[in-house]
């Protein structure tokens, strides 16, 4: 009886196998490799089922050839699986933009993206601004660095006025100061447009201050200005009952008082119904039922004279509202230092 050559063929099948794991592109082509040899009905898995169906005496050594093939086999295999391994991770560190600070379910993945949204002042801000648009009016925006002119001299307020106590800022050595209110945009205005013009600009103002709840060193205001050869105050009181209502969602009940500012006359404060009581007293409006909103008036004949204007030919009214206080009446906020406070806790409660 002729001897099988069994041992040739299995060496070969080995041999062949372990040269195509050892030239396996990737991974995907590595795995292949793996089923095609070793898997549920691999080359070398059929091999081993063969033992049993050998005559008794080729039965033992033919077992131990095919199991030192597929040992061969798998060795070859995990073999080339960390040199696919180790080639990735040399090249990844040769990308000169590879940065090993990222993790890898990071790296792999991508940064989670998350959805940003607007600051509750943005949101305030630019609906006010939407409203005055609809009006008529221009949407600008000063710098916040001013001359002590734009921000004092021409608002009459001059530098031995007493009103300029109430607005103690922070001055730079250039003689500039970081402005204190945005009614600096008012004379930069009146030297910009042609009457008759209507505008609205907003941002940041500073004092030099002691910060408390209610009060920052820095915080937000948006200044409306109209000219026009006659205004009046009926006028400047429907378009802040106008500003409220879309605000607010409704009519606000508003008042006017007497209120004194060097560059309005007359000049009024305007108090809204406090919109935690309805009007009925509480300790926000500190029982009276009526909260400070906007300062507000006609402009004084001394502005239109230092915007260049004849105050026998052009009037105008004018009002400052606390962007940073009407945020907080809005999303009842507490405390006017969270508003610039950074924390992302605080900003990250007024998404969507
Ligand atoms: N600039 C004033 C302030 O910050 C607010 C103000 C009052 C602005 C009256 C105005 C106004 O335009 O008419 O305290």
């Known amino acids: 009886m002729a001897a099988v050559d069994w041992q040739g063929d299995v060496d070969a099948a080995g041999a062949s196998w372990v040269a195509r794991a050892g030239v396996a592109a990737d991974s995907d082509a590595l795995r292949a490799v793996e089923v095609d ?12 089922r063969q033992v049993g169906q050998l005559p008794g005496g080729d039965r033992r050594a033919f077992g131990q050839a095919v199991a030192q093939a597929k040992a061969e086999v798998e060795q070859a295999i995990a ?3 960390a040199a696919i391994a180790a080639d990735l991770l040399a090249a990844e560190l040769a990308d000169p933009t590879f940065d090993e600070t990222i993790p890898p379910e990071v790296a792999l993945q991508g940064a989670p993206r998350r959805m940003g949204h607007l600051h509750p002042l943005c949101r305030v801000q630019e609906e006010v601004e939407a409203v005055f648009s609809s009006m008529g009016f221009a949407v600008l925006d000063y710098p916040e660095v001013e001359s002590e002119f734009n921000n004092f001299e021409a608002l009459n307020i001059p530098a031995w006025h007493p009103a300029r106590e109430t607005q103690d800022t922070f001055w730079l050595r250039s003689g500039h100061v970081l402005r204190t209110h945005t009614s600096n945009g008012q004379v930069r205005a009146l030297h910009t447009f042609k009457p008759p013009f209507r505008a609205v600009f907003a941002g940041k103002v500073f004092r030099y201050e002691a910060t408390d709840a209610s009060h920052d060193h820095t915080f937000h205001q948006l200044e409306g ?18 500003l409220l209502a879309a605000v607010f969602g409704r009519e606000v009940p508003v008042r006017l008082r007497p209120g ?4 309005v006359e007359p000049g009024f ?14 300790p926000a409006c500190k029982q009276s039922g009526w909260l400070e909103l906007l300062p507000c008036g006609l402009v004084h004949p001394q502005v239109l004279r230092a915007g260049g204007l004849d105050p026998a030919e052009w009037q105008g009214w004018a009002f400052g509202l606390g962007l940073s206080r009407l945020a907080m009446m809005r999303y009842a906020i507490s405390d006017v230092r969270l508003l610039l406070g950074g924390d992302l806790r605080f900003v990250q409660q007024f998404g969507a």
Not at 225 to 232: E, F, I
Not at 260 to 263: L, S, V, W
Not at 269 to 282: F, S, T, V
């Open 79 to 81: 073999a080339r699986r």
């Open 225 to 242: 200005l109209l000219v026009d050869r006659v205004v009046s105050i009926g006028h400047l009181l429907d378009s802040m009952r106008t």
């Open 37 to 48: 040899a070793l898997g549920k009905n691999g080359a070398i898995t059929l091999l081993l």
């Open 269 to 282: 404060e305007l108090d809204i119904a406090c919109q935690l009581c309805g009007g009925a007293g509480c």
């Open 260 to 263: 004194y500012f060097p560059f």
